[in-house]
């Protein structure tokens, strides 16, 4: 039997359980109600549905109470008269998952219908429904149990206890087959046992808004965003122990300095081996901050032992250098980068002594000896904050470096006005997909500010219709350069591109692009906090992965990104007002200050890795090495461009936002 859900001009739904013990399938033996109640009685089960409904969002509170000791499985499925809606699942499922090479799962005539643990979305198994004049979405909303969600043409499911089918995705290259939906597992429950659940169901016309504005509304309604208040100058120690990282994973040669990308990874330390100024280590970057840094203010507001911990690191590491002289070795190293005039190929294998475009691991084997738009993009901002900033005598060279590799880009733009993405060092096109063009734009938007240039601004005015309409066509693909799949940093990329167009002409257009991004990263950022094992290494020091952002659709891991996030989301409070990317932006900045190696809690390694913060946070049963054990609440990898991201846009938020954050929001 099937109990009426929702009934507008648009969406129709109803709903009905089914339940399964080890031995039997369940016959419905009584169904009745109360009120707002829905009563149903199953062999051995009542299962208590209390229905409510509040501007456009139901919410269905579940008592499920056992007669009798016995293995149960209950099905909550929803009926939809929506043919011709496309799914979406945060951090799962988008567009059918058809773009890019990797082995995640895909929505394809032979694999229709998943299942996926509620983990593995933004929001415990949230699924929405839309097309476009409707939408509807749904998600679990209590941590006592986990569910999964799995969804076919006409309806969609939530599952207790939680099972993955047809195939479990467990690492990026790794897609098992785990189960036929025959089979099952199963709950026990003991006699005059109560399990409690909770399920919130929006739906809406879509009232000329579309799917990441929804999403943001679901958000607002699901867990309302609480007040935050951060007193920055408290994380002073939390900085010092990043910067003492930082400066253990410096190499100084003959030809100048650079950080090592990572260090201490185990059998997989090979894939670290090499340097670049830009993406996975972020050397240039890096130069900024000890150029800028007053190290000298930070140690008057250190712990003790916090303040040994620098002062260690400094006499082992910068070889009796300033923090300025390291800065100007390491702008120095990477000008080696500019293979030919324009051609900049900043990634730097350090036992080889070959400079490539990119050499971490990646889907194209053919692109790591070109040149990339976001490499690029990322190192020559980062060049310019450099030369705008310090007084080295010879830093004209950087800006020669920088005017270099924009003339490259200028006069290799598409007719259509984009930058592409991989390019041949010959000067020919290789890819153009994805996003990866946008640094360029943020790029050559910041040299404007400079040198007011007017070749700059017109290549800009080319590009900014080609950036527009991949924002408005929803296009979020291709921005990490080891997956083409749909990613989080392609909405990054885009909206810093945009936030950029908009201080240099602040039209209203550009700032409803800009939100337009904001809401879809949004779905990538996680809204409630995972129920980790009390024994896990998370579970035991009450990791909070609220404020947490998953990378990727091809990787399924949690990272500290959000810091950078969070400096965006500020300025797009600043330009709009609206208080809820403040406080979103306040809730990432607390959630990627949680965890770091320190005298307090070492995270299982020595004293020379005081300042470390894991690159992965592994929430689900996914490894980006396919390492069983680090699954489920475990974190790993040592890679300094979480170190130099994290550092960077928290001392930038606390110069520029810090007074903000501590006041009432």
Same mark, same amino acid.
């Given at each position: 039997?099937?109990?009426?859900?929702?009934?507008?001009?648009?969406?129709?739904?109803?709903?009905?359980?089914?339940?399964?013990?080890?031995?039997?399938?369940?016959?419905?033996?009584?169904?009745?109600?109360?009120?707002?109640?829905?009563?149903?009685?199953?062999?051995?089960?009542?299962?208590?549905?209390?229905?409510?409904?509040?501007?456009?969002?139901?919410?269905?509170?579940?008592?499920?109470?056992?007669?009798?000791?016995?293995?149960?499985?209950?099905?909550?499925?929803?009926?939809?008269?929506?043919?011709?809606?496309?799914?979406?699942? $945060?951090?799962?499922?988008?567009?059918?998952?058809?773009?890019?090479?990797?082995?995640?799962?895909?929505?394809?005539?032979?694999?229709?219908?998943?299942?996926?643990?509620?983990?593995?979305?933004?929001?415990?198994?949230?699924?929405?429904?839309?097309?476009?004049?409707?939408?509807?979405?749904?998600?679990?909303?209590?941590?006592?149990?986990?569910?999964?969600?799995?969804?076919?043409?006409?309806?969609?499911?939530?599952?207790? $206890?939680?099972?993955?089918?047809?195939?479990?995705?467990?690492?990026? /290259?790794?897609?098992?087959?785990?189960?036929?939906?025959?089979?099952?597992? !199963?709950?026990?429950?003991?006699?005059?046992?109560?399990?409690?659940?909770?399920?919130?169901?929006?739906?809406?016309?879509?009232?000329?808004?579309?799917?990441?504005?929804?999403?943001?509304?679901?958000?607002?309604?699901?867990?309302?965003?609480?007040?935050?208040?951060?007193?920055?100058?408290?994380?002073?120690?939390?900085?010092?122990?990043?910067?003492?990282?930082?400066?253990?994973?410096?190499?100084?040669?003959?030809?100048?300095?650079?950080?090592?990308?990572?260090?201490?990874?185990?059998?997989?330390?090979?894939?670290?081996?090499?340097?670049?100024?830009?993406?996975?280590?972020?050397?240039?970057?890096?130069?900024?901050?000890?150029?800028?840094?007053?190290?000298?203010?930070?140690?008057?507001?250190?712990?003790?032992?916090?303040?040994?911990?620098?002062?260690?690191?400094?006499?082992?590491?910068?070889?009796?250098?300033?923090? /300025?002289?390291?800065?100007?070795?390491?702008? *120095?190293?990477?000008?080696?980068?500019?293979?030919?005039?324009?051609?900049? %190929?900043?990634?730097?294998?350090?036992?080889?002594?070959?400079?490539?475009?990119?050499?971490?691991?990646?889907?194209?084997?053919?692109?790591?000896?070109?040149?990339?738009?976001?490499?690029?993009?990322?190192?020559?901002?980062?060049?310019?904050?450099?030369?705008?900033?310090?007084?080295?005598?010879?830093?004209?060279?950087?800006?020669?470096?920088?005017?270099?590799?924009?003339?490259?880009?200028?006069?290799?733009?598409?007719?259509?006005?984009?930058?592409?993405?991989?390019?041949?060092?010959?000067?020919?096109?290789?890819?153009?997909?994805?996003?990866?063009?946008?640094?360029?734009?943020?790029?050559?938007?910041?040299?404007?500010?400079?040198?007011?240039?007017?070749? +700059?601004?017109?290549?800009?005015?080319?590009?900014?219709?080609?950036?527009?309409?991949?924002?408005?066509?929803?296009?979020?693909?291709?921005?990490?350069?080891?997956?083409? #799949?749909?990613?989080?940093?392609?909405?990054?990329?885009?909206?810093?591109?945009?936030?950029?167009?908009?201080? +240099?002409?602040? %039209?209203?257009?550009?700032?409803?692009?800009?939100?337009?991004?904001?809401?879809?990263?949004?779905?990538?950022?996680?809204? /409630?906090?995972?129920?980790?094992?009390?024994?896990?290494?998370?579970?035991?020091?009450?990791?909070?992965?609220?404020?947490?952002? #998953?990378?990727?659709?091809?990787? %399924?891991?949690? *990272?500290?990104?959000?810091?950078?996030?969070?400096?965006?989301?500020?300025?797009?409070?600043?330009?709009?007002?609206?208080?809820?990317?403040?406080?979103?932006?306040?809730?990432?900045?607390?959630?990627?200050?949680?965890?770091?190696?320190?005298?307090?809690?070492?995270?299982?390694?020595?004293?020379?890795?005081?300042?470390?913060?894991?690159?992965?946070?592994?929430?689900?049963?996914?490894?980006?090495?396919?390492?069983?054990?680090?699954?489920?609440?475990?974190?790993?990898?040592?890679?300094?461009?979480?170190?130099?991201?994290?550092?960077?846009?928290?001392?930038?938020?606390?110069?520029? !936002?810090?007074?903000?954050?501590?006041?009432?929001?």
């Amino acid at each position: 039997m099937k109990i009426n859900l929702i009934n507008s001009d648009t969406i129709k739904a109803n709903y009905k359980l089914t339940v399964k013990t080890k031995t039997e399938n369940c016959v419905l033996e009584e169904i009745r109600q109360d009120g707002n109640k829905i009563i149903w009685d199953f062999c051995g089960l009542t299962v208590t549905d209390s229905i409510s409904e509040k501007e456009n969002t139901i919410t269905l509170k579940r008592r499920i109470f056992s007669h009798k000791e016995d293995f149960f499985s209950i099905n909550f499925t929803v009926f939809h008269n929506c043919r011709d809606c496309e799914l979406f699942m $945060p951090g799962v499922m988008y567009q059918k998952n058809t773009k890019g090479k990797g082995k995640y799962p895909r929505i394809t005539e032979q694999h229709a219908s998943w299942s996926f643990d509620e983990t593995r979305c933004s929001i415990p198994g949230c699924m929405a429904l839309y097309n476009k004049s409707a939408i509807m979405i749904a998600a679990h909303r209590t941590d006592e149990m986990k569910i999964s969600s799995s969804f076919d043409e006409l309806s969609f499911s939530f599952r207790l $206890p939680s099972e993955e089918w047809p195939y479990v995705y467990s690492s990026k /290259d790794t897609l098992r087959y785990s189960m036929d939906k025959k089979d099952s597992t !199963f709950v026990h429950m003991k006699k005059n046992q109560v399990i409690f659940q909770e399920y919130l169901i929006y739906h809406s016309d879509m009232n000329d808004l579309n799917l990441f504005d929804h999403y943001k509304r679901y958000v607002e309604i699901f867990r309302p965003l609480n007040d935050e208040h951060i007193d920055l100058v408290k994380l002073h120690n939390f900085k010092a122990l990043l910067l003492s990282q930082l400066l253990s994973l410096l190499e100084h040669t003959d030809r100048g300095s650079y950080l090592k990308m990572g260090r201490g990874n185990g059998k997989n330390q090979d894939v670290y081996e090499f340097t670049s100024a830009s993406f996975l280590v972020k050397s240039v970057e890096a130069a900024v901050i000890f150029n800028r840094l007053n190290v000298d203010s930070l140690k008057e507001n250190l712990d003790s032992n916090i303040l040994e911990i620098l002062n260690e690191s400094e006499r082992k590491n910068l070889n009796g250098r300033s923090y /300025d002289d390291v800065a100007r070795d390491i702008g *120095d190293f990477f000008l080696q980068a500019e293979t030919q005039k324009g051609i900049f %190929q900043d990634c730097y294998d350090i036992n080889k002594n070959i400079w490539a475009g990119y050499l971490g691991v990646g889907e194209n084997e053919k692109f790591n000896y070109g040149i990339n738009a976001r490499t690029n993009g990322e190192a020559m901002m980062a060049y310019l904050e450099l030369y705008n900033n310090c007084n080295f005598n010879e830093k004209n060279r950087y800006l020669d470096l920088i005017n270099s590799v924009a003339d490259f880009y200028i006069t290799h733009q598409e007719e259509n006005g984009n930058y592409g993405r991989w390019w041949n060092i010959n000067g020919s096109i290789m890819d153009d997909f994805g996003t990866n063009g946008a640094y360029i734009l943020s790029f050559l938007s910041k040299l404007y500010k400079t040198t007011k240039n007017d070749v +700059l601004l017109k290549s800009i005015n080319r590009a900014i219709p080609y950036y527009s309409d991949i924002i408005k066509r929803f296009d979020f693909y291709a921005d990490t350069l080891d997956a083409d #799949s749909c990613d989080k940093e392609a909405g990054i990329a885009l909206l810093m591109a945009f936030i950029n167009i908009y201080q +240099l002409d602040p %039209q209203k257009q550009y700032l409803r692009l800009c939100e337009i991004c904001a809401n879809y990263i949004i779905t990538w950022i996680q809204i /409630d906090d995972i129920k980790f094992d009390s024994k896990s290494p998370l579970g035991r020091r009450g990791f909070k992965t609220r404020g947490m952002s #998953s990378v990727s659709i091809a990787n %399924q891991h949690l *990272d500290f990104y959000g810091m950078l996030i969070a400096y965006n989301f500020l300025y797009l409070h600043k330009f709009t007002n609206k208080k809820f990317y403040k406080k979103i932006a306040s809730i990432m900045i607390d959630s990627c200050t949680q965890l770091i190696s320190s005298p307090t809690d070492s995270l299982g390694r020595g004293d020379d890795f005081f300042g470390w913060i894991p690159e992965q946070i592994n929430h689900t049963n996914w490894d980006y090495f396919n390492n069983k054990e680090n699954t489920n609440g475990t974190f790993s990898i040592n890679i300094a461009w979480v170190q130099v991201l994290v550092l960077d846009y928290l001392d930038k938020i606390e110069v520029l !936002f810090g007074e903000e954050l501590k006041n009432e929001i």
